[in-house]
């Protein structure tokens, strides 16, 4: 047994500290999320459901029509998955690609039960559609270990069915690209929101004596930690059409018709900007609060206007603290899925929408998987941004 | 230096602007409370009347008391794994020769910043397989991934001036290890350790997005009996659950507060 010198073993001690937290996250955050990210490019289900199609269909070129070893092997798969009354599964994965091939798979699962099995040759014969290159050609993507099909789709393309080329679907059925980009966009203006409005106030709170500081701070803490879900149901509440926002403002006459802002872009914007404002506000707060006056006490009696000394001096020094804020606002906003869904209407649902609609509504895991990917990306690279711009750990000495 | 007429109107308008942001951030929070004492049902003001009408409904309501339940249930069991987690693995980190300690805090720190849809779908996935989805325990499991996060960051928070040299002279003295654990640094790092407890109790109690994938009809959780109220009909009982929730979370956040400055003092 080798034997440590002091040091190592005392960093081995350390490490034995967090393997717990460690392995916990490990087996159900780390294994969970890779194995979900998987079933973008792979299906499992598949492999199970028609072993023997899988493995033939992938010596198989995809041209012209398939050996007669891939006929056999969708003709057992479907046998053996026919007696187990499980072929519907196989037929609505394959209906994803052309509707027109669920009945087909399901009447050659059909005839592929029947005693005596019908020979490979007579099974085509029997259903049309699997006399055409162009089904196999698709099947071959559906039966095939990975696929790109999903990933495609969550960028509005799709392979012809014929040729096997990528192109971009038909513009009535695109809608992740603008989803993509209606995210983006709402994450990016509701951070803008948040750092106009909680900039200036965190420059007014730190200026503030001890006691208005504590009564400024509970302002926003309070609201930070009342659930989201109730900070929602509020705005639900308040913009309803004869909510107490709309009768104020009939009261007041500003307007006479009550205006539309529930299931809109507007209440969505609103709530999600009163949910993410405390977190843009807090980083920004506590690195102003660490700036000593004398700098830009400094600057003046240097001779700097006032607008001069906050430009040059003052605001270069809070920029940790405004990237710091903005950086995490905008992570947070990408995910939202409860906002929006309570207060915005169907053109302003985000990308956290498309995967609860695909696990729930259309139960389809591998779209669920492909579009968590993508919103995985582009949250995961701005978290390693963040990580590298804040510490997110300050540690002691000895 | 005497202010300028100009800067003073600058800050005076400020402080008027500050306030209204603060404003902004308060008023819709505590607009839902009146609306819990509604005499009719509805959710505007003003009130026809003052009544506990909503409050003897919901109190009376075996789907709230249910959920009500499960909450406390799940939030509990969440706080009892995810704070040894948190706290054990929160003492490693913190000290210098921890190898690796950023890289492996910013891991640990993921699920705060993943999109919990993406965590719920694969902890939902991945329970099902494991023949855990719609049980206490998987729920369970999936809120300590969330809440774990909390306790790592307020027990390094609270370790930041704790003198590890402690440790060494407790040992140097004959001390077992988990005797200096329990009589020298525990005492010290108590309120850290309290407050990350209560942030992981205040995740798993507001949390709605991971109980409405993971959890079965059995484990409906305050939070997820909301949403679907609120799905299907508005009425002042959903206004009285929100208001006890605010009302938890706030007094739990304050009695954190109060445990940290009191230890603060008695250093």
Redesign the interface.
Known sequence: MAILSP?RM??AR?????V???A??TV??????G??LL?AVQDPEIAQLAPNLQREIRTWDGTGMPPEAVVVALRDDLATLQRDRRAAIIAKRAAAIDPAFREMIMSAARLAAAEPQPAPDDLLQAVPKLREPATWAALRGVFAPFTDTYLLATVDHARDPATGAIRAVPSSEAIFIDTLARTLGISLGVTAICLF?AY??A???VRQNRTMQAV?LT?????F???????S??????L?T???VN?ALISMSIISEPLKLVFSRAGTVLAMV?IQ??FTFLPIYSVMKSIPDDYTRAA?SLGAQ?GYAFRKVYLPLTLPGVAAGCLLTF??C??Y??TPA?LGGPSDQM??YY??YY?NQNVN?SM??AV?LV??LI?LAI?VL??RMV???????? | MTPTLGSRLVRFVLLGLAWIVLLFLMLPVLAVIPLSFNSEPFLSYPLAGVSLRWYEAVLSSPQWMGALKSSLIVGIATVLIATPLGTLAAFALVRKRMPHAQVLMGLLLLPMALPVVVVALALYIFLTRIGLANSYIGLIIAHCVLAAPFVLVSVTASLAGFDFAQIRAGASLGAAPLRVFFFVTLPQIAPGVATGAIFAFITSWDEVVVALFVAGPGQRTLPRQMFAGLREQLDPSIMVVATIMIVISVFLVALGFVLRHRAARRR
Do not use: C, N
């Open positions: 040091a005392q960093q350390l490490f034995g500290l967090v717990p937290l460690l916990f996250m159900f955050l780390f294994v969970p999320v194995s979900l079933r409005l200036p106030l420059y007014v709170v400024m302002f926003v803490l309070l609201p930690w009342t659930s989201i879900l109730v900070r149901a509020a705005w639900l509440v308040l309803q004869h909510g107490v009768d009163h404002l405390p003046s006032p992570i947070l990408l995910g899925y409860i309570l990308l956290s995967v609860a696990l895991w669920a998987a968590s919103l995985l949250t978290y963040y990580v510490p997110v750990l300050r540690q002691t000495e000895s």
